[in-house]
DNA sequence: CGTCCACGTCTAC
DNA sequence: TAGACCTGGACGG
């Protein structure tokens, strides 16, 4: 869910959902969150959103009162107040009846109606944060979507940081420079440009310039346009239709923001629309190794020369899930009408099935569970290939859907 | 039932 | 550069 375009995504839900809704009384917080209290309160206010880059803004204005000028009630907020959220992993807005509230709803927003509704903040992992001191965390960069002329400045101008050091797959997550741009995008950016993901970040980036030659270019064209113009080493990317891999880091995301979520039919939201969407990240025929970060970087062809050199080729499994949680899509429609939840999209990505290679035993992988990231696997040197795990259905190809992504499962191996 | 994995930061050796 | 922080879905046994 939380990437750039879901943010975005996330604060248009806000702003028509809660169009002409009054809201009333105390911001709670579940009891369970860590995140501060939201020390506000008013008799009858208005919610608006805001996103830049991986963050949105709520702003909370209280409406004028006949007796606002004489006097606010002790407690009462007679000024507007400005929380900004970061979604961690699994955060996502939310706007429900009352007793419809979903699971791990950990700040919330009471409608004045009868019966109310509420606006909550879910988060069921809780890496989320909010901070009602209302400022953009003043680390990040430019949001790449809205500030895009900011966002190229910030990096063309600061190229000789350390952070540039290093690969460029990286560089991508640093928020200080690209600010919206998550695992997702990275991979589907770098793969649409042929950059391999472990080159220098510096290197890839050095002869950009502040401007946007391919300003006034066609938005985009989708074509992957393997055409490998590299004849030469100098593949300065940036040539061909797409534009180089600022421009990129712009335009894709908004394609996303501009799928608005998925289909037309709210109700029936289901994630096909995004996963077709998708050209190399958990695509099936695509590699994956995890970055110096314990990440996973999906890519295509050559890691570049940074790649992790022990690297652990992540395990492989199936996938079947969502990637963008929350129908952010619906425009306001009445909270009640039966929502029915329609089978989730199954279909997926089988790897390949490829001869393992891993000795198996090598030495154990003695240390128990870790964290999040960074296991140990034994990577099978030459091609680092995901063991093969069942598989599910998916085998024929449907005559009418696109479905998987180039099935041109050409392994064009490095070397 | 257990293991592995996940759209992201944070902060502590 | 490791963990920490969390819940839950997909699989495997």
Redesign the pocket.
């Known amino acids: 869910?939380?990437?750039?375009?879901?943010l975005h995504l996330a604060s248009l839900y806000v702003n028509n959902m809660c169009a002409g809704v009054v809201f009333t009384g105390a911001v709670r917080k579940s009891e369970?969150s860590?995140n501060p209290d939201v020390p506000f309160t008013c008799e009858a206010y208005r919610i608006t959103a805001a996103s830049r880059?991986?963050?949105v803004k709520l702003t909370l204005t209280p409406m004028k009162s006949d007796d606002s000028k004489k006097r606010v009630k002790a407690g009462q907020a007679d000024q507007p107040m400005e929380i900004v959220f970061?979604?961690?992993?699994?955060g996502y807005f939310c706007f429900t009846t009352e007793d419809e509230l979903p699971?791990?709803a950990h700040l919330r927003f009471y409608s004045k109606e009868e019966p109310c509704r509420v606006l909550s903040y879910v988060d069921?992992?809780?890496?989320?944060?909010w901070h009602p001191d209302g400022k953009w965390?003043p680390?990040?960069g430019p949001c790449v979507m809205f500030e895009y002329e900011s966002f190229r400045e910030n990096i063309v101008s600061h190229l000789s940081d350390r952070a540039f050091d290093r690969p460029i797959c990286e560089v991508l997550?640093n928020?200080k420079y690209f600010?919206g741009?998550?695992?997702?995008?990275r991979a589907e950016i770098l793969f649409r440009l042929n950059i391999p993901p472990f080159a220098s970040a510096r290197t890839v980036l050095d002869g950009l310039q502040s401007e946007d030659v391919f300003e006034d270019k066609k938005p985009l064209n989708n074509e992957i346009t393997d055409t490998k113009t590299s004849d030469g080493d100098k593949q300065k990317q940036g040539k061909g239709e797409t534009g180089d891999l600022l421009r990129l880091c712009h335009t894709v995301p908004l394609e996303v923001v501009n799928q608005g979520g998925k289909g037309y039919d709210p109700q029936k939201a289901d994630?096909s629309d995004f996963q077709a969407w998708l050209q190399c990240?958990?695509v099936d025929g695509m590699t994956?190794i995890?970055d110096?970060?314990?990440?996973?970087m999906w890519f295509k062809g050559d890691p570049g020369p940074m790649a992790p050199k022990d690297s652990k080729?992540?395990?492989?499994?199936?996938?079947?899930?969502?990637?963008?949680?929350h129908d952010y899509t619906e425009e306001k429609k009445v909270a009640s009408s039966a929502s029915k939840k329609n089978a989730?999209k199954?279909e997926?990505?089988?790897k390949a099935p490829k001869k393992e290679t891993d000795a198996g035993s090598k030495e154990a992988?003695s240390?128990?569970?870790?964290?999040?990231?960074?296991?140990e696997?034994n990577a099978p040197q030459h091609e680092k290939k995901?063991t093969a795990?069942?598989k599910?259905n998916s085998s024929a190809e449907p005559t009418t859907g696109p479905q998987r992504r180039s099935e041109r499962t050409t392994r064009q191996n490095s070397k």
């Open positions: 869910m939380p990437e750039g375009p879901e369970v860590k880059g991986k963050e970061r979604f961690g992993m699994s699971k791990h069921a992992r809780r890496f989320g944060s965390q680390d990040r997550l928020q600010n741009i998550g695992n997702y995008l994630y990240y958990y994956s995890r110096h970060n314990g990440r996973t080729a992540p395990k492989a499994k199936k996938r079947a899930k969502k990637e963008d949680d989730v199954q997926t990505v089988t992988v240390k128990g569970r870790k964290t999040d990231k960074s296991r696997v995901p795990r069942g599910k």
